[in-house]
């Protein structure tokens, strides 16, 4: 059971960081009712616009192919016959790696905040 909420939220959190791309190569990142909360300077340049699509079209990708790494291991165990499994160690890691990818994932949001200044 525990390998099986662990493949579903590093699924979730590929679906996840593959949408917000997807708008950010779209280039409605500044778009409210599409993308994202912005700051008014990066709303009216349009160099800083495109800095901010790029951005989190970047980073958000980069963290959807990082979430679906630990995906293989897992649905390898899940599909053995119970022969292996992981420890407390090998389960903190994986902890860590998703605080990792969901920090790369926010990256960019927290540099749009400081784009106009």
């Known amino acids: 059971m525990t390998y099986v909420f662990i493949l579903c939220?590093?699924?979730?959190l590929a679906v996840v960081t593959l949408l917000a791309a997807r708008v950010g190569r779209r280039g409605e990142v500044c778009d409210r009712s599409v993308g994202y909360e912005v700051p008014d300077e990066?709303?009216?340049?349009p160099e800083l616009r495109e800095q901010a699509n790029r951005l989190v079209a970047h980073w958000c990708?980069?963290?959807a192919i990082l979430s679906l790494a630990p995906l293989i291991p897992v649905g390898q165990l899940l599909f053995t016959d119970g022969d292996w499994s992981i420890g407390t160690g090998g389960l903190i890691a994986l902890a860590f790696y998703g605080l990792v990818v969901?920090?790369?994932a926010g990256y960019p949001f927290e540099k749009i905040k400081h784009l106009g200044r």
């Open 42 to 45: 990066v709303k009216r340049d």
């Open 102 to 104: 969901v920090v790369v």
């Open 9 to 12: 939220c590093f699924t979730l």
């Open 61 to 63: 990708t980069g963290a």
